[in-house]
């Protein structure tokens, strides 16, 4: 598996942890929702994720930005050559929209590159983990195949065979291009219409969160163009499951592969595509 192996499993057990975090809120009747400075949204169950993830990655060595704890002055971080970057509860407004297009997003960045992401959906109980030297894979079942601890220290011998590995292969027919539900700006507009006249007829699916980026990883579209704002810790973990599946995220503007731990933390514009 690789030199990641007790960090990819610590990132597995992390974000299934806070996953169970977050069903308990959103499995509640009502539940409250702030709004933060840059007017997004904010839950409990957001906090809830970042106390449970912190809690599994305080003693791996590494420090940690989040995006609820993302308030590290460049100066100190910018030393960093290795770090997690987490999303304790990415789409929160499908989240409050209780569509379960929501995940859990944990990535290792090493050197500005993402070398390990997990992305967990709890409503759907689906983990997509991935490493470099290691690949990508999408498990079906996650919490109830990764039981215990003593389960997860089995190398993930019992995980690998139960999962999906991700090489490349297609399972669409029509070109399919994957766009943010809740974030669709008219320049993806544009870059859609310019699919249908090279493509023809087009697929166009609507999804919230990293699932965006796990849609192209696993075959199910094409291309996923990301023309519209987007900060470090929504992307880290999906572009781990797309790279080391065999596919790309690419900075629109430079061509050059996405980046990490950079002055802003505002990603450029993207595109992820096989």
């Known amino acids: 598996m690789g030199q990641y192996n007790s960090l990819l499993k610590l990132a597995v057990k992390a ?5 169970k975090e977050i069903l308990e809120v959103y499995n509640k009747e009502s539940f409250e929702v702030e709004i933060k400075g840059d007017n997004s949204p904010l839950t409990q ?8 993830i912190s809690n599994h990655l305080l003693n791996s060595g590494y420090p ?5 704890g993302k308030d590290i002055p ?11 970057m987490v999303d304790p509860l990415d789409g929160t407004k499908e989240f409050i929209k209780r569509n379960g297009e929501f ?11 993402p070398v390990l992401g997990v992305v967990y959906a709890p409503v759907t109980d689906t983990l997509y983990f991935a490493a470099q030297d290691f690949g990508s894979y999408k ?9 215990n601890e003593a389960f997860i220290n089995d190398e993930f011998t019992n995980m690998i065979d139960q999962a999906m590995k991700l090489n490349g292969v297609l399972n669409v027919e029509k070109y399919t291009v994957v766009a943010s ?8 507009e544009d870059f859609i219409a310019a699919c249908r006249k090279e493509h023809g007829d087009v697929e166009l699916v609507s999804k919230g969160s990293s699932l965006k980026l796990c849609l192209v990883a696993e075959g199910s579209a094409h291309v996923y163009p990301r023309l519209a704002p987007t900060m470090e810790w929504d992307t880290a973990a999906g572009q781990a499951v797309v790279t080391y599946s065999g596919k790309t995220v690419i900075n629109y503007n430079t061509g050059k ?9 505002l990603n450029e514009w993207f595109v992820c595509n096989r």
């Open 74 to 84: 460049y100066e100190e971080r910018k030393n960093w050559d290795t770090f997690w």
């Open 45 to 52: 169950a957001d906090k809830k994720a970042h106390g449970m």
């Open 64 to 68: 940690i930005l989040s995006e609820e």
């Open 139 to 147: 498990l079906e079942n996650g919490m109830n195949v990764v039981r």
């Open 181 to 188: 539900r809740s974030h669709m700006s008219s320049e993806t």
């Open 257 to 265: 592969e996405m980046e990490y731990n950079k002055e802003s933390l």
């Open 103 to 113: 995940t859990v997003n944990i990535a290792l960045i090493r050197n500005n590159k």
């Open 15 to 19: 974000s299934l942890a806070a996953g």
